[in-house]
């Protein structure tokens, strides 16, 4: 490698080639260029754009890629899925990795041998199945001849407006470890990536929300029905979904609290879980008023409660028990609301997640809207030559909400390279 000023690299489970842009943006520092040899990703709008910012085409499912047609390289990188060796032996080793996709690696590292890789995934793969699926991870790694490293790391220690806590994984052959601590720590807020000419949407849900609150008012809020606090707003704060009087209000925000107390659970004789519906009889024990009944079946109508049976425990499952009393209960779910939580210019972005991004708020211009997708690339560190235009934005949050921090990946990187360079 040291004589080599062209190294070559295959990117797998690619996606939008984060990993790719941060290990070349590495290689560039040492004086060094990369070459792709083979990448791979099954998803089409990854492919899509992939091929639209690095002008290659990607190979599709890496299972049924053979090892052998793979070309020479020198580190291999991969962002792969976490799953379980459910069929673990007592080996722990390359042979308890088949059926998962961590085994399609392994192969690959095992007949091509290169001289390092960098694998990356979510935080949870430390205490996965108890941590035996890492133990069995590392001890492949180890069985295939290289010295491994691991750290959690988060992108907001990296100059990213983004908490993004992700395991590091990376490796030499017949090398030794390598220092995956003491990075210098840089720090970025959500102000410096905002987009101040996208303007803030008027819909309905806006409407509602600003004839109620000022924006100042709502930043740093999260928007939901299932929990109460300072920090909460609920859908009859401000009335979305219909008039709510005073009284309606007081009597929301107390079952919201009472339908947690696990008294209830002992009254239906099932087992308690979190958000029990509660009889009139029950609910007249903290709240007492003439018109009860009419005030809840109102707040039924407009969909801010139902009534329904309480549910019971049979096996892992909970099912309605329709012997049982019915109840009230608080109507939840989050993600059925425009925004769900207004995010502070102020401080950093909470870890993005493909299913709820679409749901975070920025005030801009006196409103809010959501993020843009330059402003979703910014706080993963991508270059702003990136472009995602051709992607349907549903389709671009899925990919954002699953890639990686390309600063962190640089780091790491600079790391990995300098072991290969000089053998420590």
């Avoid at 941060?22 to 520092?29: C, P």
């Avoid at 003491?182 to 101040?196: C, G, R, T, V």
């Avoid at 925000?253 to 107390?261: A, D, P, T, W, Y």
């Avoid at 402003?375 to 472009?387: A, D, H, K, N, V």
């Amino acid at each position: 490698m040291k004589g080599n000023k062209n190294i070559r690299f295959i990117d797998l489970f690619a996606g939008l080639g984060g990993i790719r842009i941060g290990f070349e943006q590495a290689l560039g520092s040492f004086g060094f260029e990369g070459e792709t040899v083979f990448s791979s990703e099954i998803k089409t709008y990854a492919a899509k754009a992939y091929y639209k910012n690095f002008n290659e085409y990607v190979s599709g499912d890496i299972t049924e890629i053979f090892e052998d047609a793979i070309p020479d390289f020198d580190f291999l990188l991969a962002g792969f899925p976490c799953q379980a060796f459910s069929n673990a032996g007592k080996r722990r080793g390359f042979e308890d990795t088949r059926g998962t996709l961590f085994f399609d690696v392994a192969r690959i590292l095992k007949t091509k041998q290169p001289v390092g890789f960098l694998l990356e995934n979510v935080e949870g793969l430390l205490n996965h199945d108890n941590g035996k699926t890492l133990e069995i991870m590392l001890n492949t790694l180890n069985e295939l001849g290289y010295c491994v490293s691991f750290s959690i790391l988060d992108g907001k220690d990296f100059g990213l407006a983004q908490s993004r806590k992700r395991i590091y994984i990376c490796g030499i052959k017949n090398g030794k470890k390598i220092n995956l601590n003491n990075f210098e720590k840089k720090q970025a807020y959500l102000k410096d990536i905002i987009e101040e000419s996208a303007p803030p949407v008027n819909t309905k849900f806006t409407q509602k929300l600003f004839s109620h609150f000022k924006l100042n008012e709502i930043i740093g809020k999260q928007i939901k029905d299932k929990r109460g606090g300072d920090d909460n707003i609920h859908s009859w704060d401000f009335e979305l979904k219909g008039r709510v009087s005073h009284e309606q209000k007081k009597l929301l925000g107390l079952l919201l609290k009472q339908r947690r107390n696990k008294k209830w659970a002992d009254i239906y004789k099932i087992d308690w879980m979190d958000g029990m519906p509660l009889t009139i009889p029950m609910i007249e024990t903290f709240y007492k008023t003439e018109n009860l009944k009419e005030m809840l079946d109102d707040l039924v109508e407009k969909n801010y409660l139902v009534f329904e049976y309480p549910k019971m425990k049979i096996g892992n499952q909970r099912i309605y028990a329709t012997d049982l009393e019915k109840g009230y209960n608080i109507v939840t779910g989050k993600l059925s609301f425009e925004f769900n939580k207004i995010l502070n210019p102020d401080e950093i972005a909470p870890t993005l997640v493909a299913t709820d991004v679409s749901k975070l708020a920025v005030p801009v211009q006196n409103g809010i809207r959501p993020l843009t997708i330059r402003e979703g690339l910014r706080l993963f560190g991508f270059p702003e030559e990136y472009s995602l235009d051709d992607i349907p934005p549903k389709d671009a949050f899925d990919l954002l909400g699953n890639t990686v921090c390309v600063p962190v990946i640089k780091e790491v990187s600079r790391r990995l390279i300098n072991a290969a360079l000089n053998g420590v």
